[in-house]
């Protein structure tokens, strides 16, 4: 396995954003449209490995247009976040954890893995430079998106001799724009995320780009989000476009679907698990059919549904559509259970709270 880097070198972008306007863009951030001004990069070359890291200028990367990624799509990538913790210092959430998850996805895309501290050391040095980009809105957070892609110059079918690992940064508020309290989800009926033996627990970009057509349907019935079903049967709920899904029952237990090939093992899905777990609350990682959604919240059994990730955290489900008409979860507001979880989990990745699990590793 390969080691570690050397220390990363920097090169101060010579032209950052203005003070004044940087205020500006940092008062009302969005989600994943305001840009610091550096990224990281390393490049990996085959028989060479994982050379030249750097702290560099944010800027335009120029590809070739026989680009392997271009043809055959080797690309991945991670997102995870950093907060201004209580006594002004900086963390991130469980790093480690995305760190070993993108080299479980670099290896089912056939990438080279990158060493694990090299992962972290680049995002580290990334947002220690641009930390003065921590936005002003309540709520906000560093978005850090680590991304890998084949950039060997060829046209054929195998994988790519040459490679660019990058970080940009991004400084952002909410992730929807409705600002509802509970999200609306469309059950697609013509759509699959993923299917047994394919690419559905990697975080790779061909699993969104595949999803969008069935967001857009959503869109046009009013939701705010999709649900996928598992592609065998079209019965067993499995994630959204871009979350995993929780459901709360009136004994006070857990469901969440099985990971199994098909859905993306999430990091906050792992931590709400471990959380629950250590209140005393039973969770089940269990096959949960739309059928059996429908009538459990029909009946009362079923009082809450939510949905997270490393962008929304915890998003409550109000109501759920398809077809056959639409149903909500008790008021189909957020309920106790998903506000308590979800609030255990932002009081420690903001230090509010103790961190029994070591999940917050502070930066310098």
């Known amino acids: 396995m390969a080691s570690a880097l050397p220390a990363f070198t920097l090169e101060r972008n010579p032209q950052p954003v203005a003070i004044a306007e940087r205020a500006k863009l940092l008062a009302d951030p969005g989600f994943g449209r305001v840009f610091t001004d550096h990224m990281a990069i390393?490049?990996?070359t085959e028989g060479k490995g994982w050379h030249d890291a750097r702290i560099a200028p944010r800027k335009p990367i120029a590809l070739d247009p026989a680009s392997a990624v271009l043809h055959y799509a080797q690309e991945i990538f991670e997102g995870l976040k950093a907060y201004r913790l209580a006594d002004g210092t900086m963390a991130m959430f469980r790093p480690d954890a995305n760190a070993r998850r993108f080299n479980q996805s670099a290896e089912r895309l056939a990438m080279p893995k990158l060493p694990e501290e090299t992962f972290l050391e680049s995002i580290r040095q990334l947002v220690r430079v641009d930390r003065d980009w921590f936005p002003t809105v309540e709520g906000g957070s560093l978005y850090i998106r680590p991304f890998m892609f084949a950039n060997e110059v060829f046209l054929g079918v195998k994988p790519?001799?040459?490679?660019?690992?990058?970080?940009?940064?991004?400084?952002?508020?909410?992730?929807?724009?409705?600002?509802?309290?509970?999200?609306?989800?469309?059950?697609?009926?013509?759509?699959?995320?993923?299917?047994?033996?394919?690419?559905?627990?990697?975080?790779?970009?061909?699993?969104?780009?595949?999803?969008?057509?069935?967001q857009a349907e959503a869109s046009r019935h009013g939701c705010d989000q999709v649900v996928f079903l598992d592609a065998a049967s079209h019965k067993w709920?499995?994630?959204?476009?871009?979350?995993?899904?929780?459901?709360?029952?009136?004994?006070?237990?857990?469901?969440?679907?099985?990971?199994?090939?098909?859905?993306?093992?999430?990091?906050?899905?792992?931590?709400?698990?471990?959380?629950?777990?250590?209140?005393?609350?039973?969770?089940?990682?269990?096959?949960?059919?739309?059928?059996?959604?429908?009538?459990?919240?029909?009946?009362?059994?079923?009082?809450?549904?939510?949905?997270?990730?490393?962008?929304?955290?915890?998003?409550?489900?109000?109501?759920?559509?398809?077809?056959?008409?639409?149903?909500?979860?008790?008021?189909?507001?957020?309920?106790?259970?998903?506000?308590?979880?979800?609030?255990?989990?932002?009081?420690?990745?903001?230090?509010?709270?103790?961190?029994?699990?070591?999940?917050?590793?502070?930066?310098?």
């Open 42 to 44: 390393v490049r990996y």
């Open 160 to 214: 790519s001799a040459e490679y660019l690992y990058l970080v940009i940064i991004s400084p952002v508020g909410g992730y929807f724009k409705s600002g509802a309290s509970a999200v609306s989800i469309w059950v697609s009926q013509s759509y699959t995320r993923a299917a047994p033996g394919g690419t559905g627990a990697a975080k790779c970009g061909g699993n969104y780009a595949a999803s969008l057509v069935a």
């Open 237 to 364: 709920v499995e994630e959204l476009g871009g979350m995993n899904v929780f459901f709360a029952f009136d004994d006070g237990s857990l469901q969440t679907p099985p990971l199994s090939g098909t859905i993306l093992p999430g990091i906050t899905r792992d931590s709400l698990m471990t959380l629950a777990r250590a209140e005393g609350l039973t969770v089940r990682e269990e096959p949960y059919s739309i059928d059996q959604w429908r009538a459990d919240a029909a009946s009362g059994r079923l009082t809450e549904a939510f949905a997270c990730g490393t962008a929304a955290v915890v998003t409550p489900i109000g109501t759920v559509k398809s077809p056959e008409g639409e149903f909500k979860m008790g008021t189909g507001g957020p309920g106790q259970t998903t506000m308590r979880i979800k609030q255990k989990l932002v009081d420690i990745q903001h230090g509010i709270a103790p961190d029994p699990h070591g999940w917050v590793s502070r930066i310098d």
